[in-house]
């Protein structure tokens, strides 16, 4: 999709992201120099079931759900109609590529024939969109993305009966990496991001941008439903279990591990291939990946980034972006619940000039 046909440079807009089972929205303003602040944002429920394979099926249950959204749970204002919307990872496909200098009409040709010799799907059935992420006189870097029509069509179809103007549309993770693009020093050397959702578990390697992204098919339902299952307990008893406590160290901590312990292993193993894919890949320059940063309502588990460093070898540490991107004099969500507003922020601050292709 030709995301400039669409774009106007001088209108704000807002961000909003799709979930499994939520959706939030988040307007911001820029007050000057890097301040950054939250005019309005608001999030809403819906049954599970709506979406489906990332394709939004019930398109009446998201739309009353983004009724909800702006007419009962909205703190302050959001007075936009044109969305930066997120798309769920796991239901797009990226891949970086290497080319000699070249113009831009040689670079869609180029990034249409990765797509048809890499991509396990007709290349018509998807949308393809490329950001240059470095160019030197020896050539240039591109990461391609593709998702299929179908997705991408069942939200425009949503937003525009809503009569919201789409705006964007680009993977989950991306928000979040532009989130940490702001953070400066934060992002001056290679990580791995990993977002746990509640259903999905999203990997990225980031290297001043971002260079390539993963999915597991499991995230913090998955862990609730293992401590459920393997402690012999309620759904409900298992989440606080594992909010309260989580793996931190406690009387409880190696009966929570054990219960969980093949989704922890799953999870190390898809960090430990993300590092050695960052290492082949930047093998000449000597860069190597220096910490993990780990975000999303799952994330929130006590004791899970020190798991993680132990078993990485390597710093682990929650990313936390409340201080570039302020709530000002709004009341804010419970300290709890931030992190699932991070991918909403980052559509929130996307820069026109960030979609237009140099």
Known sequence: MNLNEIFYHDKPLFGLDIGHSSIKAMQVDKVGGNTTV?????????????????????????????????????????????????LPTSHTFSRPMKLPPMDQHDIVEATQLEASQYIPVPIDSLY??????????????????????KIVDSYMNLLKSLK?????????INAASRLLQMAGKAAAEPSILVDIGSVTTDLAVFDRTLLVSSTINAGGDTITDLIARNLHMSEKQASELKNQYGIAFSEKQQRIVDAIKSQLDNLVREIQKSIRYHSERAAQ???HITKVITLGG?????????YLAIELRMPCESFDPWQLV?????????????????????ESILDPLEVTHD
């Open 285 to 287: 320059s000597g860069k």
């Open 128 to 149: 393809l969109d490329y950001e240059v992420t470095s160019r030197s006189q020896q050539g240039l870097e591109v990461l391609l993305v593709a998702t299929p029509r």
């Open 298 to 306: 799952g994330a929130m588990m006590p004791g899970l980034n020190h």
């Open 326 to 346: 302020s709530f000002g004099n709004l009341a804010p969500p419970a300290e709890a619940d931030r992190s699932m507003y991070i991918t909403v922020a980052g």
């Open 38 to 86: 939250i005019s309005g944002y608001s999030l809403s429920s819906f049954a599970p079931g709506a979406v489906r394979n990332g394709e939004i099926i019930k398109p009446e249950v998201l739309a009353e759900a983004i009724h909800n959204l702006f007419e009962k749970s909205l703190v302050g204002a959001i007075n936009s109609r044109r969305v930066a919307c997120a």
């Open 164 to 172: 919201l103007e789409p705006v964007v549309f680009e993977p989950s």
